[in-house]
């Protein structure tokens, strides 16, 4: 990459990327001071089927429109996890129970997007700029989210993380974020570790004060998380033995959980983390129990218990958040699987989370009552979820929520109460 090409993608990106092969990271210089709260959003590209997630069981219109890939009813074979007698979880996210019935997990069902677009582009661009329906908007909301915060959390060194070959969307804009790459590379050394390499780099750029500058604050990022990732090795090693009775976890999302789990544990300087997972569009072979969407819920599910003990008494101060663009259709399709649809359900897990419990206004599911006549109807819009885990958890002013979420006002905030006092 050429310098001028260098400079340009940082000053577009608002981050400080350096050419590190797949790797890129960013970095602040001042001094820091503990982050204190932290939010994790996971991102499920391709509209997760939210019906067949948190399954709405005691609602007779489910039943009607799936013949073939519908979950049981409680205590049935691969029937759902009873949750509150009306709707169940996948029992392929069997390990997320415990964290149910302790209090650390809720779900917002019939929540989502105002737009109404299918299309997977759009959608995901909205959501993750925080403006449905304007294409326009220049930056995603986690990075003006990171400018926001309160002053007494801007720490200084990387106070913001992605996971993944790419900075993602919803971290577009001027303030700097760090970018890890997921799976075993995360924690290898690079070539520009070799001590000879990086001083290299360092003399080239002694003569451009700002490129230099940037090369440094990149590298000091860099050195930072690698260290807070060799701290914790040896007690990820052990805590996933022992969870597993010697059996390792599978690979994906489970290790990349727990990596990830493991840097924010050792390094409380960083408050924001972005993770994005694929394969979530079922149009065909959709199964129930068994099958597709089993095997994309299997791993996340895992991956999120294994967040939760790696993170062991600092989840109580953070608060994960899954959500996808948009829901699936109510009625399966002819292949055995189910179209683009309208609303979903929204995942809330942490130490501050009113759970056990899935809120928000049910909709039904009688035709009289579908979007479209198609589709789950959206009762919460998702940005009121957003906006009262930064209000509440993150203690974002309330003054700073329309800066947050541009055309959406505070006062408009109708979520129910998610986030405990």
Do not use: C
Not at 137 to 148: A, C, F, V
Not at 205 to 210: E, I, T
Not at 223 to 232: D, F, K, P, V, Y
Request: a neutral charge; proline letters at 7%.
């Amino acid at each position: 990459m050429h310098r001028r090409d260098f400079l340009k993608l940082a000053a577009l990106s608002g981050s400080v990327l350096l050419p590190l092969g797949g790797n890129a990271w960013g970095a602040t210089t001042a001094p820091g001071s503990p982050a204190g709260k932290r939010l994790v959003v996971i991102m499920l590209r391709g509209a997760v089927d939210g019906l067949n997630v948190v399954t709405p069981w005691g609602d007779p219109g489910y039943y009607a429109a799936r013949s073939s890939i519908a979950l049981g009813k409680p205590g049935t074979d691969n029937g759902v996890l009873d949750l509150d007698g009306y709707f169940g979880l996948h029992p392929a996210l069997a390990p997320l129970l415990p964290l149910w019935q302790g209090g650390q997990l809720g779900f917002v069902q019939a929540s989502g997007s105002p737009d109404s677009t299918r299309s997977h582009f759009d959608a995901q661009d909205y959501m993750e700029s925080g403006t449905p329906g304007r294409k326009a908007t220049q930056d995603g909301w986690m990075n003006r989210l990171l400018g926001q915060l309160p002053p007494a959390a801007q720490s200084g060194g990387m106070r913001a993380v992605s996971v993944g070959p790419v900075l993602p969307r919803i971290y577009a804009g001027t303030n700097p974020v760090a970018n890890m790459p997921a799976g075993a590379a995360a924690t290898k050394p690079t070539l520009l570790d070799k001590p000879a390499v990086g001083d290299a780099f360092s003399r080239l750029y002694a003569s451009d004060d700002k490129l230099g500058s940037t090369w440094q604050e990149g590298r000091q990022a860099h050195e930072q998380m690698m260290n807070s990732m060799a701290a914790g090795s040896a007690d990820l090693e052990k805590e996933m033995q022992a969870a597993n009775n010697g059996a390792p976890l599978p690979d994906g999302f489970p290790n990349d959980a727990a990596r990830l789990a493991t840097l924010l544990r050792h390094d409380d300087r960083i408050q924001l983390a972005f993770m994005a997972l694929g394969g979530w569009d079922t149009h065909a072979n959709q199964g129930n129990a068994t099958g597709q969407l089993a095997n994309r819920l299997r791993p996340l599910g895992q991956g999120l218990a294994a967040f939760t003990r790696q993170m062991g008494p600092a989840m109580n101060d953070t608060v994960v958040v899954v959500m996808s663009e948009f829901g699936r259709t109510v009625r399966q399709n002819g292949n055995g699987g189910t179209d683009h649809g309208h609303g979903n359900v929204m995942w809330v897990l942490g130490g501050d989370v009113a759970g056990g419990k899935v809120h928000g206004q049910w909709p039904g599911l009688s035709d009289g009552n579908l979007h479209d006549g198609r589709d789950l109807a959206i009762t919460t819009d998702f940005r009121s979820v957003l906006a009262q885990v930064a209000e509440r958890h993150l203690l974002l002013p309330d003054q700073r929520l329309a800066l947050l979420f541009p055309e959406f006002a505070s006062h408009n905030i109708s979520a129910p109460r998610l986030i405990r006092a």
